[in-house]
């Protein structure tokens, strides 16, 4: 089918209005599995409260970056404006958001000062105060048996390292506050999506992946990586209403490829394109706090060399056996080998490596190409949380140590499927100096390709009941690219007998 | 002239290469004015030591907000990436950088980990080591005298109010710090931009003047309001360079535009364009850490209402008056006088107001239509530092109060012109009810024009020796304004007798 031409300016995606009954869902999800925890712990129920996102300043100066709210209270409150905190009573399910008292230049410099009904409306909680009446409002949740206890967040992402910070308030010395509860529970809530976050997931990975589409219709030589950068940003939000993109935009040309996070400041995507290498795009847009997470990687002359379709079709052909093997009850793990078999049988097949692909498995050969996890959870963070809860190992093995998570597929779950075949001077100089691994090289092939870069494929997949659903549809085929990137609309027309 | 066609993708700018000796110019500027202070308070002479901006992860997540380095630690080194220290012995004027020791995954993940002698060549510093041989070098430079006096950064930026935190690094205890004396001099070098700084402020005005000129021929009723912020943001960086904003973009239709910081994340752009409304655009491009500001209103369907003309030609003829009377001498609380006077008797000549003009301002009846200052130093921070030095006196009257700086004018400076008139509740309500300034409003006009949002017009001035320099140039004139909307080039051309 043709793209029907869209009447000019106007948005080619429909403004999506997201339901508040995803997070009042979200909310009755948490109160449940809080209730079932504190009960089987003999706890009493408690109150649950979460701080939003503070708008930050750059420096010592009054420069504010663009406010992005902190994922938990996203996820249970949709709140897009800073400084506000959120409580959930788990006894009675009661949800009440806390605004901050704005000072009267507000209305001159930052808009109208809405009263709390406003934000009651808006964000459809059952009450909404301002913040100073936190702690007297908590304290009437507790009624006849004082003061309740507060469940707070805190707990440390498997990604970052770094600690979830508990709500902090005045008056919270007259609280008891239980810090240990809330964060596996909430962040195992966050790992199933429900049927409200996966259409909502799926949009903005509509918009992610139309907008690949229209870069990869306008890459051409000479032309500089950060201009696909800007042409996809512009893309998401003009056309799709995305302010924020989930992460910098990789945008790796040639040798920049072999950078696995490439374009971040010290790496700012300003090589200008070669005719004769691939480039790797790594961009997705966001959308209500929800991410997209999308890599294609294709020639810039729009044509693939026979080298390049080896490395290709060796990754693309482990993406495609990874998609067909998901389903609840299956490892990732597991996966993350079956990738690697998969890309080093094509290394075989193409002529790269020489040798036994089980014994290349058991040197641990695939992290010297893909020294990255096969994916990981994706929601309101690209790396979203979950990976490990108590209990999930993480192992210590090239490779699989690197799995954002290590658990076994569930019906809901969001994962990326990305894997990747790079020629990275970092993973390759040790591997040559070592008998055990560079006994499968052919050398002459393998110098051949140091300094060309690599490729990634990157899918967004949700687990479905009995297998799962790539919400990512963009050319994956060498002559699906080729024929996009020449001028045919996608999908490809069918083909006249 | 006719726009010349270029070639498809390819930039419309040049890439603007940045000299580094801008910055060892800062450099000998902030030695120069150091030794001078330092000896003139019988003070011995010690090492400048700035500590450069850090890398950000968002809350608890491994999310990387992309970087942008501190103002302070851009203007001595032009450093873009983080994690970095800076050091200017003032008594030889050495320039010392000292790069993070990178861990070896930095290689796989984010990119080639660069010796000190690549940052000592990049940015043509006088040497560079890593981060911890700071104490060491820094030792050595005391020589024979021990230990030097570190002058670390710590004052208070007038704007926000926040302070600039000094340098730490382990090892510090052992050294003299001296911190009174650094924040006043350095700040006072940004106060005057030089002949490198004025051509690259130049250069990201010519981006930002492009990008709105190209706004202003796609803005249409029925686009929404963040559409033009991703039309600005696209067209600056894809066609200049410029990846980041100096601010977030302002794009306010109809009565948003009496909101003066509108866009930010509780009031994020996302109105539709009503025909009949005016559209109030502030957005500005950055490069290299330098800013622009720009601020163009006009009506969305093209073609201005008599009322609204009678508004934005009292605000076009302050900025005129202002730009007219700009040069060395004159003090800036004057020119935003002589602007609230301009506003006030178009509002007067439109039959807005009723009565003397004089009496007006004697009742500070200008800053009910304009209650922000006349304009801003203007650098590597949009609102740039050193409006405020000691000595300096904010006044407490409506409007001069709101003024970024009271400061006499100096060849050098760089200063917005951003008169505006606005119909705010805020102010207006107040007003209304104040007979002292309720006596010279028509009130039938004034109801006319509440909800109509309001004008501002912004403009980036350089002062020259006997005036000053106009970086921006889009169209102003209503006329000139409605010919580029209805698609004729820019310049306008030459019209045939
Ligand atoms: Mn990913
Ligand atoms: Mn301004």
């Known amino acids: 089918k043709k793209l029907i031409k869209k009447p000019v300016n106007q948005p080619r995606f429909e403004k999506y209005v997201v339901p508040m009954s995803l997070h009042a869902e979200n909310r009755a999800k948490l109160v449940k599995a809080l209730g079932e925890t504190l009960s089987a712990?003999?706890?009493?129920?408690?109150?649950?409260?979460?701080?939003?996102?503070?708008?930050?300043?750059?420096?010592?100066?009054?420069?504010?970056?663009?406010?992005?709210?902190?994922?938990?209270?996203?996820?249970?409150?949709?709140?897009?404006e800073a400084g506000f905190y959120g409580a959930v009573d788990v006894a009675t399910g009661k949800s009440i958001l806390f605004a901050p008292r704005l000072p009267s230049e507000y209305a001159i410099w930052m808009g109208k000062i809405q009263p709390p009904q406003h934000f009651k409306d808006k964000y459809e909680v059952d009450e909404a105060k301002y913040v100073d009446e936190l702690s007297a409002t908590l304290m009437e949740l507790g009624g006849e048996g004082g003061a309740p206890t507060l469940l707070l967040l805190h707990g440390k992402n498997s990604d970052s390292?770094?600690?979830?910070?508990?709500?902090?308030?005045?008056?919270?010395?007259s609280f008891l506050v239980d810090k240990t509860t809330l964060f596996p529970v909430l962040s195992e809530c966050r790992v199933r999506k429900s049927q409200a976050e996966l259409d909502l997931l799926r949009y903005v990975n509509r918009v992610s992946t139309a907008a690949h589409i229209e870069v990869?219709?306008?890459?051409?030589?000479?032309?500089?990586?950060?201009?696909?950068?800007?042409?996809?940003?512009?893309?998401?939000?003009?056309?799709?209403?995305?302010?924020?993109?989930?992460?910098?935009?990789?945008?790796?040309?040639?040798?920049?490829?072999?950078?696995?996070?490439?374009?971040?400041?010290?790496?700012?995507?300003?090589?200008?394109?070669?005719?004769?290498?691939?480039?790797?795009?790594?961009?997705?847009?966001?959308?209500?706090?929800?991410?997209?997470?999308?890599?294609?990687?294709?020639?810039?002359?729009?044509?693939?060399?026979?080298?390049?379709?080896?490395?290709?079709?060796?990754?693309?052909?482990?993406?495609?056996?990874?998609?067909?093997?998901?389903?609840?009850?299956?490892?990732?793990?597991?996966?993350?080998?079956?990738?690697?078999?998969?890309?080093?049988?094509?290394?075989?097949?193409?002529?790269?490596?020489?040798g036994s692909v089980d014994e290349m498995l058991e040197?641990?050969?695939?992290?010297?190409?893909?020294?990255?996890?096969?994916?990981?959870?994706?929601?309101?963070?690209?790396?979203?949380?979950g990976g490990y809860p108590e209990g999930v190992k993480r192992s210590e093995k090239p490779g699989l140590r690197s799995l954002r998570t290590a658990r076994t597929l569930e019906e809901g779950m969001v994962i990326t499927v990305e894997p990747g075949c790079y020629f990275v001077e970092a993973t390759l100089g040790p591997a040559l100096q070592d008998p055990d691994r560079s006994r499968f090289f052919v050398l002459e092939e393998i110098e051949?390709?140091?300094?060309?870069?690599?490729?990634?494929?990157?899918?967004?997949?949700?687990?479905?009941?009995?297998?799962?659903?790539?919400?990512?549809?963009?050319?994956?085929?060498?002559?699906e690219i080729e024929r996009v990137m020449a001028g045919e609309s996608w999908p490809l027309p069918v083909s006249r007998g």
């Open 363 to 385: 040197a641990d050969l695939g992290a010297v190409f893909m020294p990255h996890g096969l994916g990981h959870f994706m929601g309101l963070d690209t790396h979203d949380v």
């Open 216 to 354: 990869m219709r306008r890459v051409k030589p000479g032309m500089t990586e950060y201009q696909l950068e800007s042409l996809f940003q512009h893309f998401c939000y003009f056309e799709g209403g995305c302010r924020h993109c989930s992460y910098t935009c990789i945008c790796a040309s040639g040798d920049n490829a072999a950078t696995l996070h490439y374009g971040h400041a010290g790496a700012p995507n300003d090589k200008i394109l070669s005719d004769g290498d691939l480039i790797l795009l790594d961009m997705g847009a966001e959308y209500h706090c929800y991410a997209s997470d999308i890599t294609c990687t294709y020639p810039v002359n729009g044509k693939f060399t026979e080298g390049q379709e080896t490395v290709y079709n060796s990754v693309l052909a482990a993406s495609e056996a990874v998609m067909e093997a998901m389903k609840p009850g299956v490892a990732w793990p597991d996966l993350h080998r079956l990738a690697e078999r998969r890309i080093l049988e094509g290394l075989v097949e193409g002529g790269v490596l020489i």
């Open 41 to 80: 712990a003999g706890k009493e129920n408690g109150v649950v409260l979460l701080q939003g996102g503070e708008q930050q300043t750059r420096y010592d100066t009054d420069h504010e970056p663009l406010f992005r709210q902190e994922s938990y209270f996203a996820y249970l409150f949709g709140v897009t």
């Open 161 to 173: 390292g770094s600690w979830a910070a508990p709500a902090e308030f005045e008056g919270i010395g």
């Open 448 to 479: 051949k390709l140091r300094g060309s870069g690599g490729v990634r494929i990157e899918d967004d997949v949700i687990v479905t009941a009995d297998g799962c659903e790539n919400m990512t549809d963009v050319p994956r085929k060498t002559y």
